[in-house]
């Protein structure tokens, strides 16, 4: 049996904006490929009835599967469930259920239901209403023959539970026993792409190998996919991992959607070391990094984000001397930052990050970007210097991901050493 | 003259992954609306040959305008080069001119050229070779007839400058004097979506209404789009934009790429005020958000991450009695919070911020998401609450933006008694 393919449609006019990225349709990728459809094509359309319905037309004469999200929404500008009935050549009814649904969530909140919300209810004749937990525009499935048409609805937290639950199951039924095709993306740190290329030639040739790598801001990621049926494809993708793992060593340090920060949060707690942050250029950042690790109170017991000279020294104990002497950015600042935060804190470690963000305040000597980061423990403390020269969140960004980089093979090092 | 169409083909097997935002394409249409050219598709495909080739084959088939991105690295994934002499039906040749550039600027930096540099310089033949100043792989444009086919490296950074400088002006060219359409988009914060509606229930008739609702987290954006020669065009959509400036008043914190944070830094500066911030649930993200905008140092002095409650105590100067009291999320300990950050850094402003964030954390009286947020200045302190439903990071997220919208509406109020 040929494994059905898939077309992905993503509806709304602010998906033709350069501020929106189209999340959904990445989503629907990941799971469609996670369980042997392939995607053929990925389209994005705008709010246009008209154009949805071609768009729709189209895909329906090329794949077995269209799945759709967006515009199901409750304002004039979603035009969805328009383009459905049009191209299932169906009228669209009031759903009473649905209705009810949507008056009793208002209700619950205790808001008065604009009118507009009703429009949620209206749906293509025939068509098999998917209740919606978390929102008030249900999906809808119509299945036709052998081909399936799904859509749903545009805000992730509403899409994914409706796709999971309610689409999954009637796909895997479709794709019967084929062949499962599964991703693993080994992320690094700490080496340059082509390095990563280089420690891991052999196995990149060929049309079509099973390993690409993709750089990131201050990582590389390496990702293989395999196909198979059942456990075979998890114990191919267990190989790669240690192939890679054994290529890389330590600058791998997570798998698939680990990050950086939560690596660290790994480490801090198998070493039972606590940690505290002093920002300058990065304003935050970091913190906010480390804090979007759940419990990260365990291990991260302050930052601060001196951002005047005045902070420095009250809150960490810079003296000034050495402000005058080096300037606000140099070594010598980052290593004060770094012993300062972390005696005031009272935490093992401290990392103190101070540096020229631009675009402005760059000189000759001092250009923008430059940056030193600081580590210190009760030993004592090291540094090191960069040079980004990105714009002033790529510089922050980059400052962030080479201070948890530090602290990242501190973390290696010592618990080497134990 | 009919304004040509374009497709934007994006390439790149990582962009088949829920990782990758297709950032590029998303540039590449407004740039291209921008000049009147409509977007008729957006297609990704990833790093095959033999389906780079057809996708490509599509395009040319049905539009004027081919534009590419991706695929163009040194790697042996890249695969966009083979596919580009595949349609053209052009075999590939080595241009010395780009083999040299790429020698020489590996040479600039004193690292050794790896051999897979060189497959860059490979290009189909009668392509025209597009210099990339800010990186190896050059672009390349080819045009037979009436029709234009483009590639460009997938990294931003090269692919931006690209595109403005060598393509932009073939595009005009073609595009002749055709209307340009033009977006604008009206920034609100402060009201739900179903208010901004309700607010302009009128503007949103028809099958084509000109503007369009997104709601983002914690904002509203308003897009209108207008049509026309010239002028004509600007003038319309600044009749558009005080139209929904005095429907929606106070509300507007901006337009097109303007954020918040940057509101904020203008109204700080307007009114002559600085301010410091003292986080406990946010992490870091409100200092980081305010950061972002250059030459924030003028009016931000510092921020305290109050992760834990001696940090608190010691930092903030928040009292253990009423931590004890009233627990560590409280008003009480948020107006503490504002009002200590505000004394220790000795600014006009001060804003607190203590919430349970989640997954962990929460208790019946005080669950998950349950935020209280406090601005103190030399008069007093005010404080309110919020619930959020999100996830850890979303909970973060609102947090800061209902943080940074109450130092707006104080900043608003503020300078309009002057």
Chains 1, 2 share one sequence.
Not at 8 to 29: H, K, P, R
């Amino acid at each position: 049996m040929k494994a059905p393919n898939a077309e992905i449609v993503s509806i709304g006019t602010e998906l033709l904006q350069a501020a929106s990225a189209d999340t959904n349709s990445l989503y629907l990728v990941e799971q469609l490929q996670g369980i042997g459809i392939e995607i053929s094509y990925r389209t994005v359309v705008g709010d246009d009835r008209r154009r949805i319905h071609q768009v729709l037309q189209e895909a329906l004469d090329r794949a077995d599967v269209v799945v759709v999200t967006g515009g199901l929404g409750p304002t004039q500008d979603d035009r969805t469930r328009d383009a459905l009935a049009d191209v299932s050549g169906r009228r669209l009814v009031l759903h009473s259920k649905t209705l009810k649904g949507i008056e009793e969530r208002f209700a619950r909140r205790a808001v008065a239901m604009p009118e507009a919300a009703k429009r949620q209810a209206w749906v293509p004749e025939g068509f098999v209403v998917l209740d919606n937990r978390h929102g008030t525009a249900p999906g809808l499935l119509w299945e036709e023959g052998e081909r399936l048409l799904v859509a749903l609805p545009g805000p992730p937290r509403e899409m994914h539970p409706l796709f999971v639950e309610q689409v999954l199951p009637v796909l895997l039924r479709m794709a019967g026993n084929g062949q499962r095709i599964r991703a693993r993306t080994v992320k690094v740190c700490g080496l340059f792409e082509s390095q990563v290329e280089e420690r891991m030639k052999e196995l990149l040739h060929g049309d079509h190998p099973p390993v690409s790598l993709l750089a990131r801001p201050g990582e590389v990621h390496v990702r293989v996919t395999a196909a198979g049926r059942g456990e075979e494809v998890e114990s191919q993708l267990q190989l790669w991992e240690e192939k890679l793992r054994n290529l890389l060593g330590e600058a791998v340090f997570g798998v698939d959607e680990e990050r950086l920060e939560e690596a660290i949060g790994w480490l801090l707690r198998r070493a039972g070391k606590t940690v505290a942050i002093a920002e300058s250029c990065t304003g935050g950042l970091i913190c906010h990094r480390i804090t979007n690790v759940p419990s990260s109170s365990d291990y991260f017991k302050r930052g601060i984000v001196s951002y005047s000279n005045r902070a420095k020294e009250d809150l960490l104990g810079v003296p000034f001397s050495v402000i005058e002497r080096h300037g606000a950015v140099s070594p010598e600042v980052a290593v004060a930052m770094a012993a300062g935060v972390r005696r005031v804190a009272g935490t093992d470690l401290g990392v103190g990050v101070t540096g020229i963000a631009g675009p402005g305040g760059g000189s000759e000597t001092k250009p923008v970007g430059l940056t030193f980061i600081a580590l210190a423990d009760a030993q004592g403390e090291e540094w090191c210097e960069h040079r980004f020269r990105f714009d002033r969140e790529g510089n922050k960004l980059w400052a962030s991901q080479m201070a948890l980089e530090m602290l990242r093979r501190y973390l290696l090092k010592i618990s080497g050493q134990d």
